[in-house]
């Protein structure tokens, strides 16, 4: 990217990207669809007299908001014609995103999934205003909508995600070593070792976008059903399959490499010492941001 006003040291856009790709990963749950978002954004910025901009980075987030608006209207459609579950693109970052612990929480893959079953409308609101605090009335601007009945959404979203969203938030430390042991026992194919880490009523999600065999279509419910679909299909994969620790999405995750190349990104959610929901990403399309760190700001 470039611009014709100078140079792009000092553009506001360039000096806040990585927020604003925060933004549109957030709404979109897509890096390549924020990354459009962006070059969009980035066309309309370049042709707007910018000296009359009195908040360049409030200015920026309203476009950058306008535009992932009508990118999230577009691929929901495309989105229910999806093979199998649908999960976000995950991203490699770095372990001090989880610092942000609210930042963490909100682009983790599990709040990104729970993001997934609000409109359009009420996710830009939700996300404007819990991960961004943008005060009302320029969420107001950003969605077309008046102040108050911003207001209202905010709060039918916040309750909406409030009622889906995983109840307890464990600390690093807990989430790490409930994630080591998942690995080991998953390494080991060690069954019972298996059944002790995760809870009774765990949920698995894979998503491998009908291109990948074995990769369930609907979610399994259950330690023992999920247990013996796991290890049963590390058995048939060989002595190629391993799975190691990696930072994702600004929380511990797993990624699963079938004969040197990369199979899988896993994420869990963890409550009371046990895996409580495992999401398996799988589909090649989505893991191409897995080899460089992602910069996730607010």
Do not use: C
């Not at 409550?271 to 910069?295: C, F, H, M, Q």
């Amino acid at each position: 990217m470039s611009s014709s006003r100078g140079s792009t040291g000092d553009d506001p856009f360039v000096a806040h990207r990585s927020l604003l790709f925060t933004v549109g990963y957030e709404m979109l749950g897509s890096a390549a669809d924020a990354e459009d978002v962006l070059q969009e954004s980035w066309l309309r910025w370049a042709a707007v007299d910018q000296d009359g901009v009195r908040d360049p980075r409030a200015y920026l987030v309203r476009l950058v908001t306008r535009q992932a608006l009508n990118q999230l209207r577009t691929v929901s459609r495309r989105r229910e014609d999806y093979v199998g579950e649908w999960l976000p693109e995950p991203l490699l970052t770095t372990p001090d995103v989880a610092d942000d612990v609210e930042l963490a929480e909100n682009v983790s893959i599990a709040m990104l999934t729970v993001l997934e079953t609000l409109a359009p409308t009420e996710r830009a609101v939700f996300v404007l205003r819990e991960v961004f605090d943008v005060p009302y009335d320029e969420i107001a601007e950003a969605v077309d909508k008046s102040p108050a009945a911003v207001r209202q959404i905010a709060h039918r979203s916040r309750d909406h995600v409030a009622a889906r969203r995983p109840r307890i938030r464990v600390g690093r430390s807990e989430h790490e070593r409930v994630l080591e042991r998942l690995v080991a026992a998953l390494n080991n194919g060690d069954l019972q070792q298996l059944m002790d880490v995760l809870a009774p009523d765990v949920v698995s999600v894979a998503d491998g976008g009908g291109r990948v065999r074995g990769a369930a279509r609907r979610p399994i419910v259950g330690a023992d059903n999920i247990a013996r679909y796991l290890l049963g299909g590390i058995a048939k994969s060989g002595a190629g399959f391993v799975m190691s620790p990696m930072w994702l999405n600004g929380e511990p995750g797993v990624r699963v490499v079938l004969d040197g190349r990369l199979a899988a990104a896993v994420s869990v959610t963890v409550e009371d010492g046990r895996v409580t929901r495992i999401y398996s990403i799988a589909n090649p399309d989505k893991l191409a941001r897995l080899d460089a760190e992602s910069a996730l700001t607010r």
